[in-house]
Protein backbone atom coordinates (compact mmCIF):
# COMPACT_ATOMS: atom_id res chain seq x y z
CA UNK A 1 0.00 0.00 0.00
CA UNK A 2 1.56 3.14 -1.35
CA UNK A 3 1.16 6.22 1.45
CA UNK A 4 0.34 9.13 0.68
CA UNK A 5 1.87 11.58 3.65
CA UNK A 6 3.98 15.56 4.27
CA UNK A 7 7.14 14.52 4.69
CA UNK A 8 7.76 17.50 7.37
CA UNK A 9 5.06 15.64 9.16
CA UNK A 10 6.67 14.73 12.45
CA UNK A 11 3.86 13.83 14.90
CA UNK A 12 3.11 10.81 16.62
CA UNK A 13 0.42 8.67 14.73
CA UNK A 14 -2.90 8.03 15.95
CA UNK A 15 -2.46 4.26 16.07
CA UNK A 16 0.36 2.08 15.18
CA UNK A 17 -0.17 0.86 11.52
CA UNK A 18 2.06 -0.75 9.18
CA UNK A 19 5.34 -2.13 11.10
CA UNK A 20 7.60 -0.04 8.74
CA UNK A 21 6.86 3.17 6.79
CA UNK A 22 8.59 4.86 4.20
CA UNK A 23 7.00 8.40 3.52
CA UNK A 24 8.40 10.91 0.76
CA UNK A 25 11.67 9.43 1.14
CA UNK A 26 14.47 10.88 -0.80
CA UNK A 27 18.36 10.74 -0.82
CA UNK A 28 20.87 12.67 -2.72
CA UNK A 29 24.51 12.25 -2.94
CA UNK A 30 25.57 15.79 -4.21
CA UNK A 31 24.15 16.39 -7.58
CA UNK A 32 23.25 12.37 -7.96
CA UNK A 33 19.46 11.73 -6.92
CA UNK A 34 19.64 7.97 -5.48
CA UNK A 35 16.59 7.45 -4.39
CA UNK A 36 13.19 10.08 -5.43
CA UNK A 37 10.26 10.72 -3.16
CA UNK A 38 9.72 6.83 -2.30
CA UNK A 39 6.84 5.81 0.06
CA UNK A 40 5.48 2.42 0.95
CA UNK A 41 4.45 0.10 4.15
CA UNK A 42 5.74 -2.67 5.22
CA UNK A 43 3.58 -4.86 7.00
CA UNK A 44 5.37 -7.34 10.54
CA UNK A 45 6.28 -10.99 9.13
CA UNK A 46 5.89 -9.95 5.62
CA UNK A 47 9.27 -10.89 3.24
CA UNK A 48 9.34 -7.80 1.23
CA UNK A 49 11.68 -7.59 -2.09
CA UNK A 50 13.33 -4.47 -3.53
CA UNK A 51 13.61 -5.28 -7.00
CA UNK A 52 15.79 -3.46 -9.92
CA UNK A 53 18.45 -2.98 -11.80
CA UNK A 54 21.75 -1.17 -10.79
CA UNK A 55 21.51 2.32 -10.25
CA UNK A 56 17.40 2.28 -9.62
CA UNK A 57 18.04 2.84 -5.77
CA UNK A 58 16.75 -0.52 -4.05
CA UNK A 59 20.56 -0.86 -2.19
CA UNK A 60 20.06 3.16 -1.26
CA UNK A 61 16.26 2.59 0.01
CA UNK A 62 17.54 -0.45 2.08
CA UNK A 63 20.37 1.66 3.51
CA UNK A 64 17.95 4.29 5.11
CA UNK A 65 16.04 1.73 6.28
CA UNK A 66 18.63 -0.07 8.23
CA UNK A 67 19.88 3.61 9.30
CA UNK A 68 23.05 3.17 7.50
CA UNK A 69 22.03 6.46 5.66
CA UNK A 70 20.20 9.32 6.68
CA UNK A 71 17.74 10.72 4.14
CA UNK A 72 18.10 13.91 2.61
CA UNK A 73 13.74 13.99 2.89
CA UNK A 74 11.13 12.32 4.44
CA UNK A 75 10.70 10.46 6.99
CA UNK A 76 11.17 6.23 8.12
CA UNK A 77 8.40 5.19 10.85
CA UNK A 78 9.26 1.94 12.75
CA UNK A 79 6.55 0.25 14.97
CA UNK A 80 4.53 3.43 14.66
CA UNK A 81 8.07 5.53 15.94
CA UNK A 82 9.77 8.13 13.88
CA UNK A 83 12.93 6.53 13.55
CA UNK A 84 14.49 9.13 11.12
CA UNK A 85 17.47 10.40 12.65
CA UNK A 86 17.38 7.33 15.18
CA UNK A 87 21.55 5.77 14.07
CA UNK A 88 21.24 1.77 13.02
CA UNK A 89 22.72 0.31 16.35
CA UNK A 90 19.21 1.45 17.84
CA UNK A 91 17.07 -0.12 15.79
CA UNK A 92 15.98 -3.75 16.28
CA UNK A 93 17.37 -4.99 12.68
CA UNK A 94 20.11 -6.57 11.09
CA UNK A 95 21.56 -6.38 8.03
CA UNK A 96 22.97 -9.53 5.75
CA UNK A 97 25.53 -8.41 3.02
CA UNK A 98 26.05 -9.59 -0.62
CA UNK A 99 29.93 -10.17 0.74
CA UNK A 100 28.74 -11.06 3.95
CA UNK A 101 31.31 -9.27 6.24
CA UNK A 102 32.55 -12.21 7.85
CA UNK A 103 35.45 -11.76 10.43
CA UNK A 104 38.17 -14.13 8.77
CA UNK A 105 39.78 -14.18 12.07
CA UNK A 106 37.50 -15.58 13.74
CA UNK A 107 35.41 -19.70 13.67
CA UNK A 108 31.94 -19.65 12.40
CA UNK A 109 31.05 -20.29 15.74
CA UNK A 110 32.68 -17.08 16.97
CA UNK A 111 31.37 -15.62 13.76
CA UNK A 112 27.87 -16.41 15.08
CA UNK A 113 28.26 -15.52 18.30
CA UNK A 114 29.62 -11.82 17.89
CA UNK A 115 25.81 -10.25 17.72
CA UNK A 116 24.78 -11.82 20.47
CA UNK A 117 27.38 -11.20 22.66
CA UNK A 118 27.44 -7.26 22.06
CA UNK A 119 23.41 -7.59 23.09
CA UNK A 120 24.33 -9.41 25.85
CA UNK A 121 26.44 -6.73 27.26
CA UNK A 122 23.41 -4.52 26.50
CA UNK A 123 21.11 -6.56 28.79
CA UNK A 124 19.32 -8.12 25.93
CA UNK A 125 20.71 -11.95 26.54
CA UNK A 126 22.34 -13.66 29.66
CA UNK A 127 25.89 -14.49 28.93
CA UNK A 128 25.38 -18.22 29.92
CA UNK A 129 23.06 -18.53 27.60
CA UNK A 130 25.66 -18.18 24.34
CA UNK A 131 26.60 -21.29 24.02
CA UNK A 132 23.39 -23.31 23.81
CA UNK A 133 21.73 -20.72 21.54
CA UNK A 134 24.89 -20.33 19.06
CA UNK A 135 24.96 -24.23 18.44
CA UNK A 136 21.25 -24.13 17.81
CA UNK A 137 21.49 -21.36 15.08
CA UNK A 138 24.07 -23.73 13.95
CA UNK A 139 21.64 -26.60 14.05
CA UNK A 140 18.90 -24.56 12.24
CA UNK A 141 21.49 -23.44 9.13
CA UNK A 142 22.62 -27.04 8.95
CA UNK A 143 26.73 -25.46 9.59
CA UNK A 144 26.55 -27.71 13.38
CA UNK A 145 30.01 -29.27 11.80
CA UNK A 146 31.92 -26.61 11.23
CA UNK A 147 31.82 -24.23 14.15
CA UNK A 148 35.46 -24.36 14.21
CA UNK A 149 36.27 -23.91 10.94
CA UNK A 150 37.65 -20.28 9.35
CA UNK A 151 35.35 -18.49 6.96
CA UNK A 152 38.00 -18.95 4.53
CA UNK A 153 37.41 -23.08 4.34
CA UNK A 154 33.50 -22.63 3.75
CA UNK A 155 32.00 -22.36 0.38
CA UNK A 156 29.85 -19.97 -0.39
CA UNK A 157 26.81 -20.82 0.32
CA UNK A 158 28.03 -22.06 3.76
CA UNK A 159 29.72 -18.38 4.50
CA UNK A 160 25.98 -17.32 3.32
CA UNK A 161 25.11 -19.34 5.79
CA UNK A 162 27.15 -18.63 8.63
CA UNK A 163 25.75 -14.50 7.62
CA UNK A 164 22.28 -15.56 8.31
CA UNK A 165 22.63 -17.33 11.68
CA UNK A 166 24.53 -14.35 13.04
CA UNK A 167 21.70 -12.03 11.38
CA UNK A 168 19.25 -14.37 13.06
CA UNK A 169 20.61 -15.25 16.46
CA UNK A 170 19.16 -11.80 17.95
CA UNK A 171 15.91 -12.51 17.35
CA UNK A 172 15.99 -8.93 15.43
CA UNK A 173 12.48 -7.44 14.28
CA UNK A 174 13.72 -7.22 10.76
CA UNK A 175 16.68 -9.01 8.69
CA UNK A 176 18.18 -6.88 5.81
CA UNK A 177 19.54 -8.78 2.46
CA UNK A 178 22.06 -7.19 0.30
CA UNK A 179 22.11 -9.18 -2.60
CA UNK A 180 23.12 -12.28 -0.42
CA UNK A 181 23.16 -14.48 -3.30
CA UNK A 182 24.18 -12.98 -5.75
CA UNK A 183 27.92 -14.46 -5.84
CA UNK A 184 26.61 -18.60 -5.42
CA UNK A 185 26.07 -20.20 -9.07
CA UNK A 186 22.88 -21.17 -10.03
CA UNK A 187 21.91 -24.35 -8.55
CA UNK A 188 23.20 -23.38 -5.04
CA UNK A 189 21.18 -19.79 -5.38
CA UNK A 190 17.96 -21.87 -5.80
CA UNK A 191 18.73 -23.89 -3.11
CA UNK A 192 18.88 -20.94 -0.65
CA UNK A 193 16.18 -19.28 -1.76
CA UNK A 194 14.23 -22.09 -0.83
CA UNK A 195 16.05 -22.08 2.65
CA UNK A 196 15.45 -18.52 3.32
CA UNK A 197 11.79 -18.49 2.45
CA UNK A 198 11.64 -21.60 5.15
CA UNK A 199 13.88 -19.83 7.91
CA UNK A 200 11.08 -16.70 6.75
CA UNK A 201 8.11 -19.23 7.67
CA UNK A 202 9.82 -20.32 10.69
CA UNK A 203 10.99 -17.30 12.51
CA UNK A 204 8.22 -15.22 11.65
CA UNK A 205 10.52 -11.73 11.32
CA UNK A 206 10.06 -9.43 8.61
CA UNK A 207 12.76 -10.14 5.73
CA UNK A 208 13.30 -7.20 3.71
CA UNK A 209 15.28 -7.95 0.68
CA UNK A 210 17.22 -6.48 -2.08
CA UNK A 211 17.78 -8.09 -5.77
CA UNK A 212 18.25 -7.58 -9.55
CA UNK A 213 16.89 -11.17 -10.57
CA UNK A 214 13.19 -10.91 -11.33
CA UNK A 215 12.66 -14.58 -10.74
CA UNK A 216 13.97 -14.63 -7.32
CA UNK A 217 11.90 -11.47 -6.28
CA UNK A 218 8.66 -13.25 -7.99
CA UNK A 219 9.57 -16.87 -6.09
CA UNK A 220 10.43 -15.20 -2.71
CA UNK A 221 8.20 -12.29 -1.62
CA UNK A 222 4.71 -11.11 0.11
CA UNK A 223 5.42 -8.19 -1.93
CA UNK A 224 7.48 -6.48 -4.64
CA UNK A 225 8.56 -3.08 -5.02
CA UNK A 226 10.20 -2.12 -8.34
CA UNK A 227 12.70 0.41 -8.35
CA UNK A 228 13.92 2.30 -11.88
CA UNK A 229 15.95 5.78 -11.73
CA UNK A 230 15.40 6.05 -7.65
CA UNK A 231 12.03 6.32 -8.04
CA UNK A 232 9.45 3.49 -7.22
CA UNK A 233 7.17 2.49 -10.33
CA UNK A 234 4.76 -0.33 -8.36
CA UNK A 235 4.62 -2.22 -4.99
CA UNK A 236 2.35 -5.23 -4.57
CA UNK A 237 2.45 -8.64 -4.59
CA UNK A 238 4.20 -10.79 -7.18
CA UNK A 239 0.62 -11.80 -8.87
CA UNK A 240 -0.37 -8.11 -9.10
CA UNK A 241 3.12 -6.96 -10.55
CA UNK A 242 2.95 -9.27 -13.51
CA UNK A 243 -0.57 -9.97 -14.05
CA UNK A 244 -1.43 -5.92 -13.82
CA UNK A 245 1.90 -4.06 -14.43
CA UNK A 246 1.66 -0.39 -14.15
CA UNK A 247 3.32 0.99 -17.09
CA UNK A 248 5.50 -0.22 -19.47
CA UNK A 249 8.88 -0.15 -17.32
CA UNK A 250 7.20 -2.96 -14.96
CA UNK A 251 5.84 -4.76 -17.76
CA UNK A 252 9.04 -4.92 -19.98
CA UNK A 253 11.36 -5.63 -16.94
CA UNK A 254 9.13 -7.90 -14.79
CA UNK A 255 8.73 -11.66 -16.41
CA UNK A 256 9.97 -9.80 -19.64
CA UNK A 257 6.37 -8.67 -22.56
CA UNK A 258 6.29 -7.59 -25.87
CA UNK A 259 4.50 -4.20 -25.81
CA UNK A 260 2.66 -2.75 -29.09
CA UNK A 261 0.65 0.30 -29.62
CA UNK A 262 -2.33 0.74 -31.21
CA UNK A 263 -6.18 2.39 -31.17
CA UNK A 264 -8.86 1.65 -29.07
CA UNK A 265 -11.84 0.89 -31.56
CA UNK A 266 -14.33 -0.73 -29.18
CA UNK A 267 -15.35 -1.10 -25.24
CA UNK A 268 -17.47 -4.05 -25.10
CA UNK A 269 -18.55 -5.71 -21.36
CA UNK A 270 -15.50 -8.02 -20.64
CA UNK A 271 -12.75 -6.92 -23.89
CA UNK A 272 -11.75 -3.80 -25.14
CA UNK A 273 -11.01 -4.05 -29.27
CA UNK A 274 -6.87 -2.45 -30.00
CA UNK A 275 -6.14 -2.17 -33.87
CA UNK A 276 -2.81 -2.25 -33.78
CA UNK A 277 -0.36 0.05 -35.62
CA UNK A 278 0.34 -3.14 -38.31
CA UNK A 279 -3.89 -3.13 -38.76
CA UNK A 280 -4.59 -5.91 -36.57
CA UNK A 281 -7.39 -6.15 -34.41
CA UNK A 282 -6.05 -7.48 -30.89
CA UNK A 283 -9.01 -7.97 -28.55
CA UNK A 284 -7.76 -7.55 -24.50
CA UNK A 285 -9.96 -8.17 -21.52
CA UNK A 286 -10.98 -5.00 -19.70
CA UNK A 287 -8.61 -2.87 -17.88
CA UNK A 288 -9.49 -1.66 -14.32
CA UNK A 289 -8.89 1.95 -15.61
CA UNK A 290 -11.50 3.41 -17.60
CA UNK A 291 -10.63 3.30 -21.54
CA UNK A 292 -12.86 5.20 -24.48
CA UNK A 293 -13.10 4.95 -27.94
CA UNK A 294 -10.38 6.57 -30.47
CA UNK A 295 -7.74 6.80 -27.55
CA UNK A 296 -4.20 5.84 -27.63
CA UNK A 297 -3.45 2.58 -26.06
CA UNK A 298 -0.32 -0.08 -25.42
CA UNK A 299 -0.90 -3.73 -25.18
CA UNK A 300 1.31 -5.76 -22.95
CA UNK A 301 1.55 -9.29 -23.96
CA UNK A 302 3.48 -11.86 -22.09
CA UNK A 303 6.19 -14.14 -24.17
CA UNK A 304 4.72 -17.45 -22.70
CA UNK A 305 1.24 -16.59 -23.12
CA UNK A 306 1.31 -16.86 -26.78
CA UNK A 307 -0.82 -19.51 -28.87
CA UNK A 308 1.34 -20.43 -31.96
CA UNK A 309 0.29 -22.22 -35.12
CA UNK A 310 -3.62 -23.75 -35.26
CA UNK A 311 -4.34 -22.39 -31.42
CA UNK A 312 -3.54 -18.90 -32.69
CA UNK A 313 -6.60 -18.89 -35.60
CA UNK A 314 -9.43 -19.83 -32.87
CA UNK A 315 -8.80 -16.39 -31.11
CA UNK A 316 -10.58 -13.17 -31.49
CA UNK A 317 -8.94 -11.46 -34.30
CA UNK A 318 -6.94 -14.05 -35.82
CA UNK A 319 -3.39 -14.05 -35.48
CA UNK A 320 -0.61 -11.87 -36.21
CA UNK A 321 2.13 -13.28 -38.85
CA UNK A 322 5.78 -13.07 -39.02
CA UNK A 323 8.97 -14.67 -39.67
CA UNK A 324 11.68 -16.22 -37.37
CA UNK A 325 14.71 -14.32 -37.12
CA UNK A 326 15.60 -16.30 -34.42
CA UNK A 327 14.78 -20.03 -32.86
CA UNK A 328 16.70 -20.74 -29.37
CA UNK A 329 16.49 -23.85 -27.99
CA UNK A 330 16.14 -23.90 -24.15
CA UNK A 331 15.42 -27.34 -22.80
CA UNK A 332 11.95 -26.95 -21.66
CA UNK A 333 11.07 -24.64 -24.17
CA UNK A 334 11.72 -23.11 -27.47
CA UNK A 335 12.15 -18.86 -27.53
CA UNK A 336 11.28 -17.58 -30.96
CA UNK A 337 12.12 -14.29 -31.78
CA UNK A 338 9.60 -13.19 -34.65
CA UNK A 339 9.60 -10.03 -37.14
CA UNK A 340 5.92 -8.95 -37.14
CA UNK A 341 5.71 -5.96 -39.67
CA UNK A 342 5.40 -2.48 -39.38
CA UNK A 343 6.78 -3.03 -36.09
CA UNK A 344 10.47 -2.15 -35.84
CA UNK A 345 11.15 -4.20 -32.55
CA UNK A 346 10.34 -7.96 -32.84
CA UNK A 347 7.88 -10.01 -30.63
CA UNK A 348 9.65 -12.80 -28.44
CA UNK A 349 7.29 -16.08 -28.31
CA UNK A 350 7.60 -18.97 -25.87
CA UNK A 351 6.57 -22.48 -26.81
CA UNK A 352 6.55 -24.76 -24.03
CA UNK A 353 5.60 -28.11 -26.10
CA UNK A 354 2.16 -26.23 -27.98
CA UNK A 355 4.20 -27.57 -31.38
CA UNK A 356 5.54 -30.85 -32.70
CA UNK A 357 9.06 -29.63 -34.05
CA UNK A 358 10.48 -26.57 -33.83
CA UNK A 359 10.01 -23.78 -36.54
CA UNK A 360 13.13 -22.91 -38.60
CA UNK A 361 14.60 -19.59 -39.11
CA UNK A 362 12.97 -17.85 -41.64
CA UNK A 363 10.07 -19.87 -41.88
CA UNK A 364 6.15 -18.10 -41.46
CA UNK A 365 5.00 -18.26 -37.72
CA UNK A 366 1.31 -17.37 -37.06
CA UNK A 367 0.82 -16.22 -32.79
CA UNK A 368 -1.76 -14.91 -30.83
CA UNK A 369 -2.55 -14.10 -27.06
CA UNK A 370 -6.73 -14.54 -25.78
CA UNK A 371 -7.92 -11.69 -24.34
CA UNK A 372 -7.49 -12.75 -21.03
CA UNK A 373 -4.00 -12.21 -21.22
CA UNK A 374 -3.49 -9.36 -23.30
CA UNK A 375 -3.25 -6.46 -20.69
CA UNK A 376 -3.77 -2.57 -21.88
CA UNK A 377 -1.49 -0.40 -19.62
CA UNK A 378 -2.61 2.30 -17.99
CA UNK A 379 -2.09 6.14 -18.16
CA UNK A 380 0.12 5.55 -21.29
CA UNK A 381 -0.06 6.08 -25.09
CA UNK A 382 2.24 5.52 -28.09
CA UNK A 383 3.86 8.67 -27.51
Not at 16 to 34: C, D, H, N, P, T
Amino acid sequence: MLLKADQSARAEPEKVGALIELRSISKSFGSYQAVDDVSMSIEDGEFVTLLGASGSGKTTTLRLIAGLEMPSSGTIWFQGRDITDVPATHRDMRMVFQDYALFPHLTVERNVAFGLSVASMRGRFPPDSIPARVRHYLEVVQLAGHAAKLPHQLSGGQRQRVALARALITDPKVVLFDEPLGSLDASLRKLMQVELKRMHREFGMTFIYVTHDQEEAMAMSDKVAVLQNARLLQYGSPAEIYEQPRNRAVAEFVGAANVLDGTVVEVAADTVSVRLRGGQVLACGRPRHAVGRNEDALVALRCERFLLGESARSVPGGPLVGTVTECLYLGKSIEYVVAVPPYARPITVVDHGQLPQAIPVGASIEIAVRPEHARILPGESNS
